[in-house]
């Protein structure tokens, strides 16, 4: 995405959050000391030590209610609905997609800011914030080309030298800034690979540096009732007695494609470049469910080979096995690779929707192109929200015994995709930020997975 040089409030999502601006630009610096500089008669002071978790709760307190989340580098929602579904609700939220942002609105009743992220944190973002105090929670997924596995193939963002990749610094302005309780920052795995260590080593000690308990991990997202094997590094911090724990999960049922979007085959309009070109068209249906181009190869016995071993990369004719998860589905459609649907077409938005974990009912785009971009650069909704009531289980705000509704319902092995989905909350301004959507206890943990 380009930058932008304008900001623009997109949608205040019912509720109005203009306010006075304290702790404006010092010294070059995002204003520090959010909670202390939003109460009046109170100066900023970005010396002075940081509060613990209790403290500030108790600051808040004082002013007659706790903060709610900030959500940057939001893009179309999907941290944002997942901690929803955990019970934190967001309070804003900006990335420099607008279209993103509307969508984001539209769905989750959520006031948004479109603009360059260091930008807005200059003074828009934090006049908006007004005399919230700090949040209770930070959230964001800076774009991660630089670190993805596609990028790994550009010389530029292999060798890290992408200048996006100096969004995880503009995310740690947004941790000084602010000073939120707890944060959640989700990224591609690639970001802990050899060739970019450099970054997390220096994300972490900062954050260490600022006062937080640091965990992470690369997470599956159909270990979490997704039907998709989405792989996805999560660092979260706390001011705590005890860091999150992010391994030790319950245990969720494997859901199948077909178990997403199978009820969709005859449900959802065509779209017109769901068939493949001339080329390969006729290649596609001889793949087998689960395969790609490999079938094609002396690897497998084809005679005589079509492609060579390895030759091609590896989504290259790939086929959905509508029995197993999906395959990360990328956010970029390129025309013959896929995952493709086993009825031999690329994927329609709302089935790539529900292979997120998406609701039927959550906005997006009537452009297919920027629809595609936004959901499959999206967090799966059931993945953040699991994290989320992780972090907010360390910060006291939860119950340990306790799940939120929705993926309660997803433990259950013979809910259907619709069951599931029904019970995401709904956007709702009046909710109060307290309220606990959990239900049920929790399953039975699995053995806890290796961190990184």
Request: charged content about 20%; hydrophobic content about 40%; some cysteine.
């Amino acid at each position: 995405m380009g930058s932008r040089s304008a900001w623009s409030l997109i949608s205040t999502g019912g509720e109005g959050l203009a306010g006075e601006s304290y702790g404006g630009a010092r010294d070059g610096r995002p204003g520090a000391r959010i909670a202390a500089a939003a109460r009046p008669g109170r100066t900023a002071n970005p010396a002075s030590p940081m509060l613990t978790a209790d403290q500030k709760s108790g600051e808040l307190a004082q002013m007659g209610a706790r903060a709610g989340g900030l959500s940057v580098f939001s893009g179309v929602g999907g941290l944002d609905l997942g901690a929803r579904i955990a019970g934190l609700e967001i309070e804003l939220a900006t990335d420099q997609d607008a279209e993103a942002l509307s969508m984001l609105a539209a769905a989750g009743g959520i006031a948004t800011l479109a603009g360059n992220i260091d930008e807005v944190l200059a003074g828009p973002l934090i006049r908006l914030w007004g005399n919230r105090g700090s949040p209770r929670c930070l959230i964001g997924g800076p774009p991660c080309t630089p670190f993805s596995h596609a990028g790994f193939w550009l010389e530029d963002k292999r060798t890290g030298k992408d200048p996006a990749g100096s969004l995880l610094t503009s995310y740690l302005r947004c941790l000084e800034a602010f000073e939120p309780d707890a944060f959640v920052l989700e990224n591609v795995p690639g970001l802990a690979f050899k060739t970019h260590d450099r970054f997390l080593k220096h994300l972490i000690e900062k954050v260490h540096g600022l006062g937080y308990r640091v965990t992470r991990e690369i997470l599956r997202a159909s270990d979490f009732g997704v039907a998709q094997a989405r792989r996805r590094l999560f660092i979260v911090g706390v001011r705590s007695k005890s860091p999150v724990s992010l391994s030790g999960w319950p245990s969720w049922p494997v859901r199948t494609s077909r178990w997403a979007i199978g009820a969709l085959e005859e449900g959802t309009e065509s779209e017109p470049d769901e068939q493949l070109r001339e080329k390969y068209r006729d290649l596609l249906p001889l793949v087998p469910a689960g395969g790609n181009y490999l079938h094609f190869t002396d690897h497998n016995g084809y005679d005589p080979p079509l492609f060579k071993y390895r030759g091609r990369y590896w989504s290259f004719l790939l086929k959905l096995d509508p029995e197993k998860p999906a395959p990360t589905v990328p956010a970029q459609r390129i025309t013959y690779n896929g995952p493709f649907h086993w009825s031999n077409r690329h994927l329609r938005v709302r089935e790539i929707a529900r292979l997120q974990s998406f609701p039927d009912w959550y906005a997006v785009s009537p452009d297919v192109s920027i629809a595609r971009r936004q959901l499959g650069n999206a967090v799966p909704p059931l993945l953040a929200a699991a994290v989320v009531w992780r972090v907010r289980q360390a910060l006291g705000d939860v119950g340990t015994e306790t799940w939120p509704a929705a993926l309660d319902e997803a433990a259950k092995p013979h809910a259907s995709f619709e069951e599931v989905s029904a019970a995401y909350p709904r956007p709702s301004r009046e909710m109060h930020k307290s309220e606990n959507p959990s239900a049920g206890r929790l399953p039975e943990p699995t053995p806890a997975r290796s961190s990184l």
